[in-house]
């Protein structure tokens, strides 16, 4: 390569800056004091990010009467710890953010806007087609849990409180002091209290 080529000519250099004087550790701000600052102490409320550099003796006697809420209330002082919990951001209780409510999301919830979402496999849907979630089906009855069905009159499907009701029904129908001793019904009653003693056992009631 040619040293004399014009290209060499066009390139653009970094001229060098003069080399600045090193500058020593800051001196203590305490009054008075010559000593090399080189510990910084907060200057206070309504200046966080601020600080004063002092040396070790004075920053020590900085400390021990610096106070953060110095001029503040008690009552402020409590407010400003509530709201520290938080980080001093805004909070809702639950169901009180009116924002939150007329949100698009929840508008489209309550005006039925999913109810045309397809959902094959029933993850959004309950089965009959209303927005909610999705409960397990029911399980096939054992062949003593269908049994103790039978013999209280009830269907499969029958509720907790159904089966309670109808448990209560027929105790009071079946009691041996409402049929005078029959044997027939005493027997019947006998059967009434197992049959809903194994389906608390199982869960249904």
Known sequence: MRLDSKYFDRIRTR?????????????????GCDKHGTHRAPVGRNAEGQFFLFCFEHVKEYNKG???FS??????????????????RPTWTVGVNKAAKNSPLQSDIRS???????????FVKDG???GGPR??????????????????GLG?????????????ELVKMHHPDANGGDRGSEE??????????????????
């Open 112 to 122: 039925g806007a999913y109810s045309r979402v397809r959902d094959p496999f029933g």
């Open 188 to 205: 019947r009653f006998r059967e009434v209290i197992q049959a809903y003693q194994l389906l608390k056992q199982n869960g249904f009631c």
């Open 156 to 168: 499969a499907n029958a509720s907790a409180p159904d089966i309670k009701r109808r448990y209560k």
């Open 15 to 31: 001229r060098k800056r003069a080399q600045e004087p090193e500058q020593g550790p800051p001196t203590c701000q305490w009054d």
């Open 135 to 152: 409960y397990p089906q029911q399980r096939k009855l054992k062949t003593l849990e269908a049994k103790a069905f039978d013999t209280m």
């Open 66 to 68: 610096y106070n953060y």
């Open 71 to 88: 001029g503040l209330s008690d009552g402020e002082i409590a407010r400003y710890q509530k709201e520290a919990i938080t980080g001093h």
């Open 128 to 130: 009959d087609g209303r």
